[in-house]
Every structure is written in structure tokens, then in C-alpha cells.
């Protein structure tokens, strides 16, 4: 007897697969564990995708399990701006579980051009770059807190005998069966050590929208003003071009108006929390300036 929970992504789409005894899944469990997954996949996305959010929404399937539908979409204060998911979630998952524990069902090819993700026949290609982010992702202290509550909760109901992950283009065939003498391997997951990480370091974002509150036209020291997911930050524009075009009145700001940038943001890590804060930020690149839908002036 099993119960399936189908996970779906703007790109993707998994089945969260519980192996179960005669007695059935128990229903606080299959709460908790819904609750806990949908947290692991949410902390995966914030370092893979940063600056995009998921939207879930709970159906009824066919079979009567719950299906979760997951969309990521960018979003900031005046819109929902649905742009592509940078790095699908799925394949990051199985990076970083097959890692933890021996598996012959999935493989991790590294070449020149691409970080392959291999199981049975189908393969998931990423771009070679996808390493350094499921390194990311492996080491940060959200996720691996995650991780540990979720194999923490299924653990806790001695009827859950196994969980794995199948596609639906395959509902029958397990990616990556994990044995219940396997979950206190998750489960006891370490933090990553404080000691091996970096005091400091940059994190990049691409293409990502601003809502500018103040801009500084007049070449003074003072940071522009934006609106960024919902927060007010401040940020210096490092890009000469943007600043040509600006000086020949190619742009006119006003009320509402965004950019579209590449931004960096300058973190410094809370060892108390065992994550990184951003302390600073500034764009390297300007892609486009949309006007917004009131227009007054920002000088």
C-alpha cells in the first residue's frame, strides 16, 4: 500500500512517493511531512533561484492523494512578473540526497560543458555552473536544517517503511528509493561547519526587477533607492553605459519606474544564525528601463 503526493514546478514536475505498511500513512504525518517538504523545496529555490518565490496550490488527484502544484514566479511590489526558473528544484534535490547516502540509481556526470543528472534512462542537463549552486545549496544551513525535519517526521511513524521520488512521465519507477534504514542518515545531517565558510562573500543576481524610489542623477556619492522583493534597499550603479545614456537624456524617471538589472549583494556571515546577511549591494549592469503607471518626478 503507498501514497503518492504529485510536486510540480513551472519546469518540472515530481511525485513524492510514501512506502507504507497495512496500517496506512497516518494523517498528522502526511501533514507534517507535506509541510516540511514544502519547506525544504522553498529554502532549495531561495539559494538556487534568489529573487523568485513559489506559489502552491493543494488539488485532489484521481487516486485521492493531495497534489501540490508548485509555479515560481518573480515578484515584486507592484506586480507577479512570471519569468523562467533558473535552476529546476528536482535535480538539485537528488544532488544533494545522493551525496548523503550510497545510491546506484542516480548518477552525477560533471563534463565540460554540463552537470548531467542521471537516472535510469532519463537525463537532466544542467549547465556546468549548476555545480557551484548545488554546492551552495548543499552546504546551506536552511536547507540541511530541512533536510533533517522532514526524514525527522516520516522516522516518526514506524508504518513508513520508505519514501522516493518518481516522475510522472514514469509513476512506477523510483528515482531515488530511500529505505527507512536510511532516513537516520538524513536525519542527522551536521550543519555545515561555520569554520570551512567564508566571513564574506558576493552573491549575483540576473536579471531581476527594481522599483525605483530615488535616483541620483547629479553624479553626487548618494545611493539610488529601490524597492526589491517587497524591501528598500540602496545600491550604486557601476554601469558606464547606463550613465551615458543617462547623461544624453535617453532616460526620464518617474513615479514607479523600474530597471531591470544584474545586482550584486555583498554578504557577511551571522555565525549565530549560520547564514549569510546582505550588508551592501550594487548593479553591475542595466538592461532596460520600463516606466511605471504614475508618473511624477523623482528628483
Known amino acids: 500500500m503507498?501514497?503518492?503526493?504529485?510536486?510540480?514546478?513551472?519546469?518540472?514536475?515530481?511525485?513524492?512517493?510514501?512506502?507504507?505498511?497495512?496500517?496506512?500513512?497516518?494523517?498528522?504525518?502526511?501533514?507534517?511531512?507535506?509541510?516540511?517538504?514544502?519547506?525544504?523545496?522553498?529554502?532549495?529555490?531561495?539559494?538556487?533561484?534568489?529573487?523568485?518565490?513559489?506559489?502552491?496550490?493543494?488539488?485532489?488527484?484521481?487516486?485521492?492523494?493531495?497534489?501540490?502544484?508548485?509555479?515560481?514566479?518573480?515578484?515584486?511590489?507592484?506586480?507577479?512578473?512570471?519569468t523562467p526558473v533558473t535552476m529546476i528544484i528536482f535535480p538539485i534535490l537528488l544532488s544533494i540526497l545522493v551525496n548523503k547516502i550510497t545510491s546506484d540509481d542516480v548518477k552525477i556526470i560533471v563534463n565540460d560543458s554540463s552537470y548531467i543528472v542521471e537516472h535510469g534512462n532519463e537525463k537532466i542537463v544542467l549547465p556546468k555552473d549548476a555545480a557551484r549552486t548545488i554546492s551552495r545549496v548543499d552546504r546551506d544551513p536552511v536547507?540541511?536544517?530541512?533536510?533533517?525535519?522532514?526524514?525527522?517526521?516520516?522516522e516518526g511513524d514506524p508504518n513508513v517503511t520508505g519514501v522516493d521520488f518518481r516522475t510522472v512521465k514514469a509513476p512506477n519507477k523510483p528515482v531515488l528509493p530511500i529505505t527507512r534504514e536510511q532516513f537516520i542518515v538524513l536525519r542527522e545531517i551536521p550543519e555545515a561547519e561555520l569554520s570551512k565558510l567564508p566571513k564574506k562573500k558576493q552573491e549575483s543576481y540576473r536579471r531581476i526587477p527594481l522599483v525605483v524610489l530615488t535616483a541620483v542623477l547629479d553624479g553626487s556619492p548618494r545611493k539610488w533607492q529601490f524597492l526589491w522583493n517587497g524591501n528598500k534597499i540602496a545600491a550604486d550603479i557601476r554601469?558606464?553605459?547606463?550613465?551615458?545614456?543617462?547623461?544624453?537624456?535617453?532616460?526620464?524617471?518617474?513615479?514607479?519606474?523600474?530597471?531591470?538589472?544584474?545586482?550584486?549583494?555583498?554578504?557577511?556571515?551571522?555565525?549565530?544564525?549560520?547564514?549569510?546577511?546582505?550588508?551592501?549591494?550594487?548593479?553591475?549592469?542595466?538592461?532596460?528601463?520600463?516606466?511605471?503607471?504614475?508618473?511624477?518626478?523623482?528628483?
Open 239 to 299: 554601469d558606464e553605459d547606463f550613465f551615458l545614456k543617462l547623461a544624453n537624456h535617453y532616460y526620464e524617471f518617474g513615479q514607479g519606474d523600474s530597471l531591470l538589472v544584474d545586482m550584486v549583494a555583498e554578504q557577511e556571515l551571522n555565525e549565530v544564525a549560520g547564514a549569510y546577511e546582505n550588508k551592501s549591494f550594487y548593479i553591475t549592469k542595466v538592461h532596460k528601463h520600463s516606466k511605471g503607471p504614475k508618473q511624477g518626478s523623482l528628483l
Open 143 to 154: 536547507v540541511r536544517r530541512n533536510v533533517r525535519k522532514f526524514f525527522s517526521v516520516v
Open 2 to 82: 503507498a501514497a503518492a503526493v504529485s510536486l510540480g514546478a513551472s519546469d518540472e514536475e515530481i511525485l513524492l512517493y510514501f512506502k507504507i505498511g497495512s496500517q496506512g500513512l497516518d494523517a498528522q504525518t502526511f501533514g507534517n511531512a507535506l509541510l516540511t517538504f514544502d519547506e525544504l523545496y522553498r529554502a532549495i529555490n531561495s539559494v538556487a533561484n534568489p529573487g523568485h518565490e513559489i506559489e502552491i496550490d493543494f488539488i485532489s488527484s484521481d487516486q485521492g492523494s493531495i497534489r501540490a502544484v508548485f509555479r515560481v514566479f518573480a515578484k515584486d511590489t507592484q506586480t507577479l512578473l512570471r
